[in-house]
């Protein structure tokens, strides 16, 4: 069956901090409406939205009991979920995603992350 969306769990470029990399969102606007209200629905709550004009980002902060998130969207519709130093919640929403049957995790190679190779 197609899912609707795609993501990757991944590391963060020569870092051991995961992140949640989304790779197919059709309409961004409706992807991020979709996901910000299950998140809403998990016990996430928003807290503000930034926007970081110097690097064409809009930043969606949410918090939960573990601490807080960011949703980051840039000008070509790139989105990722970051969770520096909560990397529970970070692990949480994986499992959020993969329940609610919408999105398709990908596999990934986490040595393609890793610049510092030897």
């Given amino acids: 069956m197609n899912k609707k969306y ?3 769990l991944r590391p963060g470029h020569n870092s051991s901090e995961l992140l949640i990399e989304f790779t197919k969102t059709g309409n961004v606007n409706d992807f991020m409406e979709e996901l910000i209200n299950l998140l809403k629905k998990n016990d996430f709550v928003y807290k503000d939205t930034s926007d970081i004009w110097m690097n064409d980002e809009i930043w969606i902060n949410l918090n939960s009991d573990k601490g807080k998130i960011t ?3 840039d000008i070509w519709d790139f989105v990722f979920i970051l969770g520096e130093q909560n990397q529970r919640d970070i692990i949480s929403i994986d499992k ?3 329940e609610s ?3 398709e995790k990908e596999n990934v190679d986490f040595s393609e992350y890793n610049f510092d190779k030897k």
Avoid: D, F
């Fill in 6 to 8: 795609a993501y990757k």
């Fill in 71 to 73: 949703i980051t969207k």
């Fill in 96 to 98: 959020i995603l993969i």
């Fill in 101 to 103: 049957g919408n999105y």
